[in-house]
């Protein structure tokens, strides 16, 4: 028995119908992203954007870079990963990402977080914020034991600031510490800029001074364990991208540069 040409209509149909289909936003990618937590906002925007141009599905696991190398080095599987710049140079070395794929992505620098509606101290020179931090009864910042680098290079601006001694009995570690600002029971908090504000009832003050600021950098990188790279790469391209560097400055963080 003979049957007669399928139309197109007939074909799309048939191909529906067994579940195959054709080029639709059903058939996009769907990639995983770990992460540090500075990256939050900025990130989420730009994988928004990302989807709506090209339909990829893209999932965010964050946390603080000490928690982010427990999950390599329990050898979890992700697409595409982002870490500081010495943690992801070590796993370039050491062969575990496609090569090729290791680009420098943003630095954060550290802010200064104030209750709100609290009078606004001076911190626009290393000299006004060297007085200002002295001013005050307590401050607080990361404590570094949960994994995070903003309580390291909080200290690292009070020793460019040379007041690292004079601040010891005012300084307060805490897993929560934006939440003791916006209680009253801290005064300030030195974080990084993108991840200020963490609490209701506390805002940016601003950053610190270039002169005595402390940056950590971050590198994003396909691991070599990705069998599927090609939307993974396509993500890392947009998000290093000066269409990306917008996004990247209203959260607080600015691109590195050039790939390493």
């Not at 007939?10 to 500075?38: D, K, Q, Y």
């Not at 990084?192 to 504000?197: A, C, G």
Request: charged letters at 15%; hydrophobic letters at 45%; aromatic letters at 4%.
């Amino acid at each position: 028995m003979r049957f007669p040409p399928l139309t197109t209509t007939a074909v799309c149909s048939l191909l529906i119908a067994l579940g195959i289909g054709l080029a639709r936003p059903g058939w996009a990618a769907e990639i995983r992203v770990l992460n540090a937590n500075a990256l939050t906002i900025a990130l989420r925007a730009l994988a928004a954007e990302h989807t709506k141009q090209t339909g990829t599905q893209v999932t965010f696991i964050f946390g603080s870079p000490g928690q982010i190398q427990q999950k390599v080095d329990a050898g979890e599987q992700f697409d595409l990963l982002i870490m500081p710049t010495p943690a992801l140079a070590a796993l370039d070395t050491a062969g575990k990402l496609a090569a090729g794929t290791r680009r420098a992505l943003v630095r954060v620098g550290i802010g200064i977080a104030i209750r709100e509606g609290a009078p606004k101290p001076d911190i626009t020179t290393p000299d006004a914020l060297r007085k200002t931090l002295l001013a005050q009864h307590k401050v607080t910042y990361s404590d570094s034991r949960t994994g995070g680098l903003s309580g390291i290079n909080a200290q690292k601006v009070l020793q460019n600031l040379g007041i690292a001694d004079e601040m010891k009995s005012k300084l307060l570690p805490h897993s929560d510490g934006q939440g003791l600002i916006a209680k009253g029971e801290a005064d300030l908090g030195l974080y990084n800029v993108s991840e200020i504000p963490r609490a209701k009832g506390v805002v940016l003050l601003g950053p610190v001074p270039a002169a005595v600021q402390a940056y950590i950098t971050y590198d994003a990188g396909v691991p070599a364990s990705n069998a599927s790279p090609s939307a993974a790469i396509e993500f890392l391209k947009f998000v290093v991208s000066p269409a990306a560097a917008p996004s990247w400055r209203a959260a607080g963080l600015e691109l590195a540069g050039p790939p390493p």
